[in-house]
């Protein structure tokens, strides 16, 4: 949003903010188009992505790609654990209610903001609690760090032909940047 005004070039557009005016420049716009352009085109490559792979499948492909395997148990535990934090976080905002909590009008009443930072602090002890709890379940059940995949994954003409267009739109991209810059 803010190429168009920070990058020289021909004016476009003028804004009058009243203490300042913003110039637009034409060098500006077409970086933030093709800016815009790539996150769009990474965004949808991942959404695809992961709507089509299971995530069990995804992480064992990570480890296939030699990604250090403490990152793929971040990632792995961090996904999992969010949906437990998140029916967490419902049971107390339920709990609340049921006391007759009454948020204020707005995120910055005295009120509230001491009402959600007390939930957010008790959200992260339980949180903490819970960790150590499933770590010791997890060590008494035999975890050694080393995560058991059922399938190793081959290479496949269809995995190239997708690789290929990600990489065909992103080079493309790459090209109209070259060519309006």
Not at 79 to 107: N, Y
């Amino acid at each position: 949003m803010l190429f168009p005004f920070v990058i020289p070039g021909v004016p476009i557009w003028q804004v009058n903010t009243g203490f300042a005016t913003l110039t637009a420049s034409d060098a500006g716009l077409q970086r933030a188009v093709v800016l815009s352009l790539r996150v769009i085109v990474a965004v949808l490559s991942i959404n695809l992505l992961t709507a089509n792979t299971a995530f069990r499948d995804l992480m064992a492909g990570c480890k296939d790609l030699r990604i250090p395997p403490i990152i793929i148990h971040l990632i792995e535990f961090t996904v999992r654990f969010m949906f437990i934090l998140v029916d967490e976080l419902q049971r107390m905002r339920i709990a609340q209610r049921s006391r007759g909590f009454q948020s204020g009008k707005s995120l910055f009443h005295r009120h509230t903001f001491r009402a959600l930072g007390q939930l957010i602090g008790i959200l992260f002890i339980r949180a903490s609690k819970r960790s150590e709890r499933v770590y010791n379940a997890m060590l008494a059940r035999g975890f050694t760090g080393e995560m058991k995949t059922r399938s190793h994954f081959c290479l496949k003409i269809y995995d190239l032909w997708w690789g290929f267009t990600i990489l065909a739109a992103g080079l493309s991209l790459k090209l109209v940047e070259f060519m309006t810059g």
